[in-house]
């Protein structure tokens, strides 16, 4: 069905539009190709860009985190720092701390430092005025610090900047913390250090990436953006993904995720970049050569369309006048003269209308002969009971002469033609079909070199059943012609009768039908009592013939859907009829 539009084109039509089909699916393919493909190599290509900057930033946070943490060392490690600590009783011990404070964290102006001792001192390289080193005391991150190993260090991530002159225009810091302990001893001192975070985001401001620090807990540590600072990662990019790097769908547009380790603290790098900005030129460029391509294929269309059409012009013209031939104009021609294969067969339609039109006048011609030599034979046609008596005459001769068996078959030719020229009954008792059954199948087994056995299974009581004449002998013949034409066999008839119908089946073990010549014959036997009616209506019925489409079409006239046939047949197996015919309607009839 999904054809039946293109099988209504015309030629030209078909043309044209296999041309453009083989023009434009190849077209569509390539640029199927190219598109995925360098989509791939973008997307590619995208991400090791991504992947790249993130550990250029990874590589500098290392090394801001490195110099906390070598200051933190260098604190450790400081024997003059220890001894001073050791002498809480002593007037300079705090300036000399001080100053040794600042000295170590010189290198870094932004680096702030905080000593607590345990016996409830304090030393800082900053003013007290800004901040008191023992608020440090009442954070909850505090009592962490006395149960670190020697030499660990403590990463608290991001915290308000406690130093109020520096908190305007450096809200957040870094801190760390770590215990100063010997191997066995208890620790002599805390040490905090912190720095701006601005120290991570001036790095992250100037790049096209979107770049968050993260802490363990998915908590943001540094972003552009002091507002996304302390907020849960997760939560706002509302998805989550494990791969790295990827693509991910995130505000209504594809981002790509980029995510390293920081190897000091359990923090993580976080990279999101839109896609469609580093994809926008090589999109663009490839926007531009499919825009070019797509102009140069419509033209090439409108110029392939063009010159078909001009090709085809004179087909055209010659499927017009055929279609004027079709509908009895047989003076018309199409003229159509040139030196290729379309000229040539213009002029060869033409020469063909001419000797058609001959042919017509002889035909006439013919047929009024044929019509005086039907009359001249009508008047010598012999009478079908001369044939009936001289028939009986030889069976009489026949059985005088004791030749019984020839006899009877001659008496079963003489009853066949009887009843075939004679009757005019539509409905006989079934037992009357079933006779002229048995005589046809006599006298084929006569004239054939194989015999065919056959057997009739029905009940006395349904012998007296009306149906429609010669609806079996068309079966049989069909058995004997196409089952049986190389072999002989086995024909089985078989009535029997329900409430509501009689079936009448026969069977035979003959060549049987293939697949598709048993779908072809079905597909015959499916037309409505109302299609029938209408194709007798156009002279187009089959009353005339034989065989199991006259059958079907007669009886479907009669009973329309309250008949069924059914035919079974299986190649070198044999083939099923099968008749169900209504009782109600049979027993209307019964005196018909």
Avoid at 219 to 242: C, M, P, V, W, Y
Wanted: net charge negative; glycine share 4%; charged share 20%.
């Amino acid at each position: 069905m999904k054809f039946n539009f293109f099988r209504k084109l015309s030629l030209r039509q078909k043309l044209i539009a296999t041309s453009i089909g083989c023009l434009m699916v190849p077209t569509l393919v390539m640029l199927y190709n190219t598109s995925f493909f360098s989509q791939q190599i973008i997307r590619e290509q995208a991400l090791n860009s991504a992947n790249q900057s993130l550990s250029i930033v990874q590589y500098q946070i290392h090394g801001i985190i490195e110099e906390m943490v070598e200051v933190s060392n260098r604190v450790q490690f400081n024997d003059e720092l220890k001894s001073l600590l050791q002498k809480p009783d002593e007037p300079l011990v705090q300036l000399s701390v001080t100053i040794l404070l600042e000295q170590i964290a010189s290198a870094r102006p932004d680096i702030r430092l905080t000593l607590l001792t345990k016996d409830g001192r304090y030393y800082s390289n900053y003013s007290y005025y800004e901040f008191a080193p023992t608020s440090f005391r009442q954070q909850p991150w505090f009592e962490q610090i006395a149960k670190l190993a020697p030499f660990e260090t403590l990463y608290l991530g991001v915290q308000p900047n406690y130093l109020k002159l520096q908190a305007e225009e450096d809200p957040y810091v870094i801190m760390t913390a770590r215990a100063l302990t010997e191997y066995t001893s208890e620790p002599l001192a805390y040490l905090i250090v912190s720095r701006t975070e601005n120290t991570v985001s001036d790095i992250i401001d100037h790049l096209a990436e979107d770049i968050f620090l993260l802490d363990q807990n998915q908590q943001i540590l540094s972003h552009r953006d002091e507002d996304n600072i302390g907020k849960n990662f997760n939560a706002l990019i509302s998805t989550s993904t494990s791969v790295t790097p990827e693509i991910i769908h995130l505000n209504g547009e594809n981002q790509i995720y980029v995510s390293l380790p920081v190897h000091y603290a359990d923090w993580s790098l976080v990279s999101l970049v839109p896609y469609e900005q580093l994809t926008d030129k090589v999109n663009g460029f490839y926007r531009s050569g499919l825009l070019l391509q797509i102009v140069f294929a419509a033209g090439f269309l409108l110029v392939l369309t063009y010159l078909l059409s001009k090709f085809t012009k004179p087909i055209k013209v010659l499927g017009d006048v055929a279609l004027r031939v079709e509908a009895g104009d047989m003076q018309i021609r199409s003229n159509v003269r040139a030196g290729d294969e379309v000229g040539r067969l213009g002029k060869s339609f033409d020469h063909m209308l001419d000797r058609i039109s001959e042919m017509i006048e002889q035909v006439k011609l013919e047929q009024e002969l044929k019509r005086q030599a039907e009359l001249a034979m009508l008047q010598v046609q012999i009478n079908p009971h001369f044939l009936f008596n001289v028939l009986s005459s030889i069976r009489l001769k026949l059985l005088m002469k004791g030749d019984e068996e020839n006899a009877e078959l001659v008496g079963s030719l003489s009853s066949l033609l009887r009843t075939t020229l004679s009757s005019q009954q539509e409905f006989v008792p079934l037992l009357t079909e079933l006779e002229i059954t048995q005589q046809y199948m006599d006298l084929m087994n006569f004239s054939l070199r194989h015999q065919i056995e056959s057997t009739i299974e029905i009940k006395d009581e349904l012998h007296m059943e009306t149906v429609p004449r010669f609806i079996l002998q068309p079966i049989i013949e069909n058995c004997y012609k196409h089952g049986f034409s190389k072999r002989g066999g086995f024909i089985s008839i078989r009535v029997e009768k329900t409430r509501e119908a009689l079936h009448i089946s026969i069977e035979d073990d003959g060549a049987g039908m293939t697949v598709e010549a048993l779908e072809r014959v079905n597909d015959r036997l499916q037309p409505s009592k109302r299609e029938i009616m209408e194709r007798y209506a156009r002279n187009e019925g089959t009353s005339a013939g034989i065989g199991l489409t006259n059958v079907y079409e007669r009886l479907k006239l009669i009973y329309d859907d309250q008949f069924q046939m059914k035919l079974e047949s299986e190649y070198q197996v044999g083939t099923k009829v099968v008749f169900v015919l209504p009782t109600s309607i049979m027993e209307g009839n019964h005196h018909v």
